[in-house]
């Protein structure tokens, strides 16, 4: 069974048809209303288990309209309300929950949770966070920028700001698979893991680290940053300070090219990662880029169960 666990594994050829999936699907029901089922109704009798250890709007609602569009049905279940909240293992959920549903979501902390889930279930598994990688929202992302260029995203340089985090490592996974140039600007001591980069670089992928942000964003098509104090982190004090010279400002994306688009996954801080004007000014495609976390997720859903 495909899992959807991380961006790499995956090869460039299934995320660009996932992507090409999620940018046809999107405009073949424009103008229907959000919660109008597809007309090939291709997950009509499918069933998802979508559970969250970890709080969720985007990727939460995202599940549920994506079924929805697509013929099939959620449950969302929060780990604290399940046995699983209690201690019945992840093994014993895994293959539980197999004979149950034909697809199973989990947002968690630790990465091997995913990859245990996925290992003895009989179904896929799609990872909806963890503390490495967040796939999901990189596939919207690049749906965002392949849109406002009105082609693919190759040939493109982003500049990442501010932390080296889950969010940070699934776009260098895709920028090992999809040509374009990642500059990653962070302190030193909140640089991406070092393995997400070595394996993109082995791939082709141009992955540059500039230390000084106002030097990475230069040119650059797409800036774009995350929360500096992520779910679970505990150092928030510490964190504010380091990333203070990391905030995305308006001085900022002077640098960029003067048609560059801002993206953050959110939630946001405003005053923090990015300032208000930013966020709120006309280069932003922040909500953008949240709808098409539903348009993604029904191509990932489509590619997980064979329906691509
Ligand atoms: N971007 C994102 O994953 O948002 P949520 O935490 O609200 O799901
Ligand atoms: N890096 C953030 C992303 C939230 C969608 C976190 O893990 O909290």
Request: with cysteine; aromatic share 4%.
């Amino acid at each position: 069974m495909p899992d959807f666990i991380d961006l790499d594994p995956l090869g460039p050829a299934a995320v660009r048809a996932i992507l090409d999936e999620a940018l046809r699907r999107k405009a073949a029901r424009k103008g229907m209303p959000k919660g109008a089922v597809d007309a090939d109704r291709p997950l009509e009798g499918y069933q998802l288990a979508s559970i969250f250890e970890k709080s969720s709007t985007r990727t939460r609602i995202s599940m549920e309209m994506a079924m929805r569009q697509l013929g099939g049905s959620v449950q969302t279940l929060s780990s604290a309300d399940m046995q699983l909240g209690r201690g019945e293992t992840i093994e014993d959920t895994a293959r539980v929950l197999s004979r149950f549903v034909d697809v199973i979501s989990l947002r968690t902390d630790l990465h091997e949770k995913v990859e245990t889930i996925a290992a003895l279930a009989d179904v896929p598994v799609i990872n909806a966070l963890t503390n490495n990688t967040h796939p999901c929202q990189i596939l919207a992302d690049l749906m965002t920028v392949e849109e406002e260029r009105g082609g693919p995203v190759d040939g493109t340089v982003w500049a990442w700001l501010g932390d080296g985090n889950n969010v940070s490592h699934s776009l260098i996974e895709a920028a090992g698979l999809l040509g374009f140039t990642l500059r990653l600007s962070t302190p030193p001591a909140y640089d991406p893991e070092p393995r997400y980069v070595a394996a993109a670089e082995a791939r082709g992928g141009k992955i540059e680290v500039i230390r000084h942000p106002e030097e990475a964003v230069e040119g650059a098509d797409v800036v774009v940053t995350d929360t500096w104090v992520s779910m679970g982190d505990t150092d928030s004090a510490k964190r504010l300070v380091a990333f203070s010279a990391f905030q995305v400002t308006p001085e900022m994306m002077a640098r960029a090219k003067p048609d560059a688009i801002f993206l953050h996954c959110l939630p946001a801080h405003r005053g923090e990662e990015v300032s208000a004007e930013v966020i709120d000014g006309p280069q932003s495609r922040v909500f953008e880029e949240a709808e098409n976390r539903v348009h993604a997720q029904k191509a990932v859903l489509l590619w997980c169960l064979g329906k691509l």
